[in-house]
């Protein structure tokens, strides 16, 4: 395995595997890595013959200034995790390997189509646009063939199919399911800045969730959703910021259960926002 800061370096060592015809798979992450993440490597690398994994903390997505300085980073245990689950190259760029001065002051646009309206859009102003600039500049470097995303980031998944095929990018995106630890509680990278003590209350979150499905056939999204935000409310140190009932493709509200739906939830434990989702 080979770690690379600069994208000549990477564009060449991509051209080499391409040239001898193997396929290529991608994991774009921000590091701090958990067994969530490596799910998607190890997938990823029992599916294609190189495997790319990138580690950047790309601050155009972060909304929140102290959110980007507290993010945590761990690069040397990240690239041990790497190379166990059989990554063959880690791009770990610097912001100025990344973006011009004018890319990291403006907002990149794209057309969502209304995708982004509500829930992290709504929430975040700006974050998915952070987001499509990173994974397109990415998606243009590595050029895979597949790339790997967690369905922990709901709406960030249903976001990257829309940019891949408005971009005309030829790549497969594969969804992967959420890893959770045995309390429920899904990984993130953002769980590293709880205390022992907000972990276990986090874990109310996937239980409420979890109980929320049993009572899908006796109650109304609208109904399910007044339940989910009362139960929350009754945890100490949870406080909601949005839970939805979505249609599973479009992301719009749903007020009956014709369709694939899912919960999505944000919610601050302490300062730590956490998000998560279940499908009815
Ligand atoms: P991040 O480093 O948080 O940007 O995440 C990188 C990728 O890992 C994204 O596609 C996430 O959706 C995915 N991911 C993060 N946490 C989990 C998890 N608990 N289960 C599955 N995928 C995850």
């Given at each position: 395995m080979i770690i690379v800061t600069t994208v000549e370096k990477l564009e060449t060592e991509i051209a080499n595997a391409r040239s001898k015809m193997k396929s290529i798979g991608f994991v774009p992450t921000m590091g701090a890595l958990h067994a969530g993440h490596i799910e998607l490597v190890k997938r990823s690398v029992s599916e294609n013959d190189y495997n790319v994994v990138s580690i950047f903390v790309n601050p155009?997505?972060?909304?929140n200034a102290s959110d980007l300085e507290k993010y945590p980073r761990n690069i040397e245990a990240d690239a041990l995790l790497l190379e166990e689950a059989g990554c063959d190259l880690i791009f770990a760029p610097s912001i100025d390997a990344i973006y011009t001065e004018s890319e990291k002051n403006y907002r990149f646009e794209f057309d969502f189509e209304g995708l982004d309206t509500v829930m992290e859009g709504k929430f975040r102003p700006g974050h998915f646009n952070g987001v499509v600039q990173i994974v397109s500049k990415l998606f243009t470097f590595v050029k895979p063939h597949r790339s790997y995303f967690g369905e922990k980031d709901f709406q960030q998944l249903a976001i990257i199919h829309l940019m891949t095929k408005k971009l005309e990018f030829d790549i497969q995106i594969i969804d992967c399911p959420i890893v959770r630890e045995p309390s429920g509680l899904a990984m993130s990278s953002?769980?590293?800045?709880?205390t022992t003590s907000q972990r276990k209350t986090a874990a109310s979150i996937s239980k409420i969730l979890f109980e929320s499905k049993q009572s899908v056939t006796n109650r109304l999204p609208l109904e399910l959703k007044n339940w989910v935000e009362n139960e929350i409310a009754k945890v100490d140190e949870l406080k909601l910021e949005y839970f939805e009932i979505v249609?599973?493709?479009?992301?719009q509200i749903i007020n009956n259960w014709s369709v694939a739906s899912v919960g999505c939830i944000a919610v601050f434990c302490g300062e730590v926002r956490l998000i998560d989702n279940i499908r009815y």
């Open positions: 155009t997505q972060f909304n953002r769980n590293e800045r709880l249609d599973a493709n479009t992301l």
